[in-house]
């Protein structure tokens, strides 16, 4: 067998000597330069007899030839291999595209050795141990196996081929980050609190430790997206979006969006390469040990995902830390890393390697919108929440004095000018209506309305919250807090959509709203004393004016209001209800028949309540004028909900909607109307310009953060444990694409499953976590 191998050997070297473009060099294939380094023949061959061929080796024109010649005479490797997995293919590609330190050109024909080159061979052997666990096998690793000795030689290894955090220190008053020119500071300049918790000194006092108060954890977005073209198979899915998409003018994704199109209009030599990068932003916070009841620690996670391909790709630039008290409307601070990033990438792009194509270029970034719920409206674009931000100076608004609750009603003003509902005066408090549907403000106009706005950021250290300024009469309209740090990016003011309404939350609100008001549930139903002593007040519907009894007031049903035996059959039709496998969850165990009651329900199931079961359960039980109203609005839902869409569709159910909302105002009380019911009215709008809403709603987001919740082990130390967890996720993911076979592993990849989620990753997790 050795004197076979060793005439296997000669026969390469001759041939691909003869091919070499460089004469008498070629780049060795042996397991220990991995074609990365090149080398002399006798030094080849010494490699290749002492240490071997690499693992799969069977291509013989990966060693600077000087054409893409191949051949089917070569003999082949003779090292004996069951494995099919494309490693020497992973290690080739992130050897290709090491830039930063500039030890690669994209002209040279001479690959001189770094420390990343170095760390990247290492890694072989530590996907091998992942695939050897993953298969379950027995056997003794290989001899002379390049394995680390710990965890932390591991964790420097995934860290220095782009796949790690950076920790910046902020203030505990979310005053600065203590970055760039701040970075030396020992103390906030504005607040003058300590940026650290603890100092201590070792036992021989040589080195001192600190603990900071506050932390940010960011993930360099630049890495992570250049990495998306180190493999053949991403840097294809890539230009997806132009060159695999189906185009047959209907709303089937972001790309086919108007805006999307306008934008490539405006910025003509950014759409000119298919490979740059579209995001969407996303944030949210969530409290890291799964309970409400535990409100000492809270997190803010942020997301972007690239509609670039089919299937969104999604990146977690960075964690924020906030303990007790959130951000709030100084979460501007806390952007400023990933839009300096994003400012860069755009102007000046970042050089990428292309594995796909085998060459280097320009890749420049952008971000379409942002996604956030309803209160995120407050600091991510820095609007006022408590009106429409769509409505802008034109909101209608209503303060229910003994509701003590604002409502948004008078829809009549976005319905067709000349609907029957602007003439009539007697449904709709004796008044018409004439004045046209608000249009959203312009980037330009927004630029303007926050010219002399100079925000001061930061808390006060005592806690105490400032009072809040009531606006007086005759004073302006106050919709924004600050001028939005998005607006640092030179496109965002040009953008047709900025920020997103969340369908998501609209729905489950909306949903909630009309089960509770059906059940009158306590605390939670819009029709209750208060709301009918506020139609007393506006003096309308005088029919469900409270009556007073010997000193005790009596109120008369309402259209949508049911009897106690109504309320049972209706939580019984619900409660009788079954899905097909993994259509929604079963609803069965949140509604309580005797009690009348439906609670726990989270957003899907609040989502199929809407849109496929509420019609059925109202429709034999309430009015006609009510369960009307109730279908169209499940319709609506229903529509809108789609994943191929069209414009003229959401057109017409623009118009629907108005209506609707218009014709509910004659029958649901004022205090019904919140700011989560006016949004509908906008929705339709949205998803003309953008496309489906399934690519602008939280789902993805909260379904994150219910996996980053599953991988606090360390309670202690949470935002280390969600880290470090991130970190070992987004390593094993990438390796996992040069992985073949049935391992456990692959099988949850191309399921889409979450991998993580195994008993066997779970060990796994709570290793790394733990390690914090």
Not at 69 to 83: D, L, P, Q, R, Y
Not at 201 to 215: A, I, T
Not at 609 to 625: C, G, N, S, Y
């Amino acid at each position: 067998h050795t004197k076979v191998y060793q005439q296997g050997v000669n026969g390469f070297l001759a041939f691909a000597f003869r091919n070499s473009a460089v004469g008498n060099k070629i780049l060795c294939p042996c397991k220990r330069c991995f074609s990365s380094f090149w080398k002399e023949a006798s030094e080849v061959r010494e490699y290749l007899i002492c240490d071997g061929f690499i693992k799969g080796y069977k291509t013989w024109n990966l060693h600077g030839e000087a054409s893409s010649s191949s051949t089917n005479h070569g003999v082949e490797a003779m090292e004996e291999s069951n494995e099919d997995d494309d490693i020497s293919d992973l290690l080739r590609d992130l050897a290709a595209g090491i830039d930063d330190g500039g030890d690669f050109e994209d002209n040279s024909s001479v690959i001189e050795p770094c420390e990343e080159l170095a760390a990247i061979q290492k890694l072989d052997g530590l996907i091998d141990l992942w695939d050897l666990l993953l298969d379950l096998l027995n056997d003794a690793l290989p001899k002379g196996s390049a394995l680390l000795n710990n965890f932390y030689e591991a964790k420097k290894l995934v860290k220095s081929v782009g796949i790690g955090y950076n920790s910046i220190h902020s203030c505990e008053n979310d005053c600065i980050l203590y970055w760039k020119e701040d970075a030396k500071l020992d103390s906030c300049p504005k607040c003058k609190v300590s940026r650290w918790k603890s100092m201590r000194k070792s036992l021989d006092g040589k080195h001192v430790y600190k603990v900071p108060r506050k932390v940010l954890r960011y993930f360099p977005i630049k890495k992570r997206l250049r990495r998306l073209f180190l493999t053949s198979k991403t840097a294809r899915q890539t230009r997806w979006h132009d060159e695999g998409r189906k185009k047959d003018g209907l709303l089937r994704h972001p790309t086919d969006s108007p805006l999307w199109q306008d934008f490539d209009k405006k910025h003509p030599e950014f759409a000119a390469d298919s490979r740059n990068i579209r995001l969407a932003f996303a944030t949210d916070g969530f409290n890291p040990f799964r309970t409400m009841n535990c409100l000492a620690w809270y997190l803010y996670s942020l997301q972007l995902s690239t509609f670039n391909v089919h299937e969104a790709i999604k990146f977690h630039p960075f964690f924020a830390d906030s303990g007790r008290n959130g951000p709030g409307s100084d979460m501007d601070i806390y952007y400023q890393p990933l839009v300096d990033d994003l400012l860069d990438m755009f102007i000046n792009g970042v050089r990428t390697y292309d594995a796909l194509k085998g060459e280097f270029f320009q890749l420049w970034v952008v971000v379409l919108w942002t996604i956030t719920d309803f209160p995120g409206l407050g600091y991510t674009p820095g609007s006022v929440t408590s009106g429409g931000p769509d409505c802008h100076y034109d909101t209608c608004s209503l303060r229910l004095s003994n509701g003590s609750k604002n409502c948004y009603m008078e829809h009549r003003r976005f319905v067709d000018e000349n609907h029957q509902f602007r003439f009539d005066v007697d449904k709709f408090g004796g008044k018409t209506e004439f004045r046209p549907a608000p249009t959203p403000l312009s980037g330009e106009q927004i630029l303007e309305c926050t010219k002399d706005l100079n925000p001061i950021f930061g808390k006060d250290p005592s806690r105490k919250k400032p009072a809040s300024k009531r606006r007086k009469e005759g004073e302006p309209l106050v919709i924004f807090k600050r001028r939005s740090i998005w607006f640092k990016l030179p496109y965002w003011k040009d953008s047709m959509l900025r920020h997103n309404f969340d369908f998501m939350h609209i729905g489950k609100n909306v949903s909630e709203s009309l089960v509770n008001t059906f059940l009158g549930t306590d605390g939670k139903s819009k029709d209750n004393m208060n709301s009918r002593l506020d139609l007393q007040a506006l003096g309308i519907r005088s029919d469900l004016h409270p009556i007073e009894v010997e000193d005790q007031f009596y109120l008369p049903p309402a259209p949508y209001s049911m009897s106690p035996n109504e309320r049972k059959l209706f939580c019984q039709v619900l409660k009788g209800v079954k899905f097909p496998e993994g259509y929604a969850s079963d609803i069965r165990n949140n509604v309580h028949v005797n009690e009348k009651k439906i609670f726990g329900l989270k957003s899907h199931e609040s989502h199929i309540i809407l849109q496929h079961l509420l019609p059925l359960a109202v429709r034999k039980i309430l009015p006609d004028v009510v369960s009307a109203g109730v279908i169209r609005i499940s319709n609506f839902f229903k529509k809108l909900a789609s994943p191929v869409i069209q414009i003229s569709d959401m057109e017409s159910l623009e118009a629907d909607i108005a209506e609707t909302l218009s014709f509910l105002e004659t029958v649901f009380p004022p205090s019904f109307f919140d700011i989560m019911v006016h949004l509908m009215v906008h929705l339709p709008a949205q998803a003309r310009i953008a496309g489906p809403v399934h690519f602008r709603s939280m789902w993805p987001v909260e379904r994150f953060l219910m996996r980053l919740k599953g991988s606090v082990h360390t309670k202690s130390h949470c935002e280390g444990s969600i880290m470090e967890w991130s970190m070992f996720t987004e390593c094993l993911t990438f390796c996992a694409q040069y992985l073949h076979g049935e391992t456990q592993f692959n099988r949850h990849l191309r399921n889409d499953e979450d991998y993580s989620t195994t008993p066997f990753f779970q060990c796994i997790g709570r290793g790394l976590a733990g390690k914090c």
